[in-house]
């Protein structure tokens, strides 16, 4: 048993990191915000179930942090279409 609490320790772990991982390229300018949550997030979406049951504190830790990123993406990315809007309505 201590070795499965082990194995299981060393997972959530490497889930934790990944997922960590794939959210903070989101953070990054000129993102392909879509390719990366397709590609990164959507497609191990398995990842946070297991750490939803496993480890409910990580898991809530992770969806505070992906929150947090795609608020301030989606905040950054809406300045930028208002301020392209009223360049064009000024024209």
Known sequence: LPDLERLRLRAVAKAREY???????LRKPRTNVQMIQKAGLLKYHHLMTFLGESAPDIAAEIRGTYVDS????????FKAYYAALAKLDSE
């Open 70 to 77: 795609m608020g301030r993406t989606l905040v950054s990315l």
């Open 19 to 25: 997922m960590l991982g794939k959210i903070g390229e």
